[in-house]
């Protein structure tokens, strides 16, 4: 059963003879394996081989399983596969005699782990793959690889680059020496799908601590990294458009800063929104207006530079970032060619679309060198766009730097804002036109400003809004508004006063809305019927999202749910139809020119009407003159609100007022109708 084979002429850097002991693997007895493994420790100062025939080649696979160096199938071997095979074994061989204690038991306790294991000497040559190795790598037993294929296996980085030949490569990584872990790479075969695989590895070294080869181990992470990568999109890409999304347009605009500042040349951030988009959205409908915003994508790419980067900042809002143009006309040109190409007609499936673009630029470095002030600059010239009537593109200038300055400031000062006591609460009456009795109040909120004084809610409500801190400073109105009208309620014995509270759509974004009106109801003990809130966007109650969700539960809670600036842009006639809205307020741009404007009179008629038939209040803000009241009341619309019956004021002043209201003066004395 044992055969000595003699001598074998060794190949080059190996001692001038070696004996090499091959033994053919007869049918197995039951003790076979133990048998196997007792003489395999027995000849450990020999290369091993295993001889068997194909049609037992599992024998030969044990063999190796159990420590042989190799295994002939005897008829099914060429005499060059017989050398080679021989050759690998006795190198093979000398590495294991060679390698210290500590790397001896390493190595015998890696080949028989899940993970994939490689050796290779240190000249790169393979000299052992364990069976998990050939079975992750679809490697079949007998295969044997070639001399370049150190070169070839994960020859390709996690990032998709290629490290041939070069230093980076995990074989060659391992064999010099390095130790390292959770080396990403993909192997790449033929006919094979790629793999990724998550490499260990470390030097192999001799009882002298002469390096003498290395070693990796491995698994096949495809599924998980399959998964992080598409994560790793979802969170740089917009999932509608594909665009880059906010997040990875801020990271490359700080790496473009750097570039643009190292190469002293200037860099445009171009802000890109559409004016009136959101009639698209209202009058045909979400789909659409999607549809135009991946077309809009698209035009953005077709027709930029290669170089150049866009991204999708939310909504209808775009942002680009143009790198080497040498000068600032060429900003202007490139905003220019979007304006017009982002201008063309939008031909969708069933519709066809206009819609124009206002684009504010900024230039850096003299508009600064930070990613987020950059935007925010090109944000302000947007915005300037806009007011000069749109479908143009407008500059960041130093007037505006003015204002971004302030805006700066503002934001800053916000922060603190709730913290320092420096929100207040200002009241605005509203009364019944029929009878002229004072029966709510609108709470608006206002900001003492340590440096700027009082500001109304227009100066930073946008703000509050795109910092998120509209939900903290949206919970103290909502929770003072409560407090003040129960104290009105029980000083003044008005039970039936109400108050209107403003809710921004991001509010109700939130389920904590809804604990906090609850908190603030149980906490003043009020009737939750006097409680009304008001919703700026009517298309939030048309959608089928989490708005609703929060809309049904306030409902839940008993409270009235009311459109705010009902009759202009977002809020429509379909936004009543579905049961969730007790009133809505007309906006003050219809009621500003209602004497002379028959348009807003017809629109005032019809409104009221159907608001009747859906028996739906109705109330007008922004009612200063007593013509306004009285076509008002002639149309029989339930509420006013304005300058005429009040500005909004103080609480101790309304509190004046509701003495006053008590005692029978009505605020409208003077000739109401
Ligand atoms: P709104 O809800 O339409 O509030 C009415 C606005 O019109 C108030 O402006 C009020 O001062 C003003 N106003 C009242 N009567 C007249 C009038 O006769 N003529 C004119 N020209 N204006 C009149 P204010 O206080 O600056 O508030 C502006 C907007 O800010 C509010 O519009 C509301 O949408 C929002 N807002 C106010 N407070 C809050 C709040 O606590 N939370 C939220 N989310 N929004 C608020
Ligand atoms: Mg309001």
Redesign the pocket.
């Known amino acids: 059963m044992l055969t000595r084979a003699g001598t074998l002429e060794p190949p080059v850097n190996m001692p001038a003879t070696i004996d090499v002991v091959m033994f053919a693997t007869g049918p197995g007895a039951p003790d076979a394996e133990q048998k196997l493994a007792d003489l395999l420790r027995s000849l450990h100062d020999y290369p091993v081989i295993a001889l068997t025939m194909k049609a037992d080649e599992q024998r030969g696979i044990a063999a190796v399983e159990a420590g042989a160096a190799a295994y002939i199938c005897i008829d099914d071997v060429s005499a060059d596969e017989q050398e080679s095979i021989i050759e690998h074994a006795v190198r093979r061989h000398l590495l294991q005699r060679r390698l210290s204690d500590t790397d001896v038991t390493v190595l015998s306790v890696l080949r028989n782990i899940n993970d994939g294991v490689i050796v290779a000497d240190r000249a790169g040559r393979i000299l052992d793959i364990n069976p998990a190795a050939r079975s992750i790598l679809g490697l079949g037993a007998r295969w044997q690889p070639d001399s370049d294929w150190e070169q070839t296996f994960c020859c390709i980085d996690g990032n998709g680059a290629s490290v041939r030949n070069s230093a980076a490569l995990p074989l060659v990584r391992a064999r010099n020496g390095e130790k390292f872990s959770n080396h990403t790479a993909i192997y790449r075969a033929p006919e094979q799908p790629d793999m990724w695989l998550s490499i260990n590895g470390q030097g192999l070294y001799d009882g002298k601590r002469e390096l003498i080869g290395g070693l990796i181990t491995f698994r096949d992470t495809t599924d998980a990294t399959r998964q992080t990568n598409a994560l790793k999109k979802q969170a740089q890409f917009d999932e509608l458009t594909g665009l880059p999304n906010r997040n990875a347009f801020s990271a490359h605009l700080q790496r473009a800063i750097g570039r643009s500042q190292r190469k002293s040349t200037p860099l445009a951030v171009l802000f890109i929104d559409f004016d009136r988009f959101k009639s698209v959205n209202d009058t045909l409908g979400h789909d659409t207006g999607d549809a135009v915003l991946c077309e809009v994508a698209n035009r953005l790419q077709n027709n930029l530079r290669v170089g150049d980067f866009s991204a999708r900042w939310g909504g209808d809002e775009f942002v680009v970032c143009l790198e080497d143009f040498d000068e600032l006309g060429n900003a202007a040109a490139a905003a220019q060619k979007l304006v017009l190409v982002l201008s063309e007609k939008y031909a969708l499936r069933r519709s066809e679309v206009y819609a124009t673009p206002s684009i504010g630029i900024a230039i850096s470095p003299d508009s600064g060198t930070e990613a987020e002030r950059l935007v925010k600059a090109a944000d302000i010239a947007m915005f300037e766009a806009k007011k000069r009537g749109g479908g143009r593109f407008q500059y960041y200038s130093s007037t505006l730097n003015t204002k971004l300055a302030q805006r700066e400031e503002l934001e800053i000062g916000l922060r603190h804002a709730l913290v320092r006591n420096e929100f207040l ?2 009241y ?1 009456p509203r009364i019944d036109i029929a009878s002229g009795r004072l029966i709510g109040l ?5 900001w003492q400003h340590p440096r700027f004084g009082l500001l ?3 100066r930073f ?1 946008p703000i509050l809004e795109s910092s998120g801190l ?1 939900h903290s ?2 919970d103290w ?1 909502i929770e003072n508004a409560c407090r003040q009208l129960a104290a009105w309620q029980r000083q003044f014995e008005l039970p039936d006063l109400s108050m209107a ?4 759509p991001a ?1 109700l974004m939130h389920a904590r809305l809804i604990d906090c009106v609850a908190d603030a109801i149980a906490n003043s003990t009020l009737d939750p019927g006097c409680i009304e809130l ?1 919703i ?1 966007d009517g298309d939030i109650v048309r959608k089928r999202s989490a708005e609703i969700e929060t809309l049904r539960g306030l409902r839940k809670l008993g409270i009235r749910l009311s459109l ?2 009902f009759g202009i842009g977002d809020v429509s006639f379909a936004s009543l139809d579905n049961g969730f809205i007790d009133s809505f ?1 007309l ?2 741009s219809l009621i ?1 020119d209602v004497a002379d404007n028959q348009s807003h009179q017809r629109i005032i008629r019809a409104a009221i009407a159907m608001a009747q038939g859906l028996d739906i209040e109705v109330a007008a ?4 003159t007593l013509s306004q009241l009285e076509f008002l009341k002639s149309c029989n619309c339930d509420l006013a ?4 019956i009040s ?2 004021m103080q609480a101790d002043k309304v509190s004046a007022i509701l003495r006053s209201e008590i005692a029978g003066t009505r605020l409208l004395t003077r000739g109401m109708p």
């Open positions: 609460l200002h605005q609108e709470a608006l909120l206002r109304p809610p227009g409500l509209i400073a949206g109105v509270i403003n809710i921004s509010q008001e700026g705010d600036h307020v906006d003050h500003e803000e922004g009612v200063e609100q304005g300058f005429l500005r909004p």
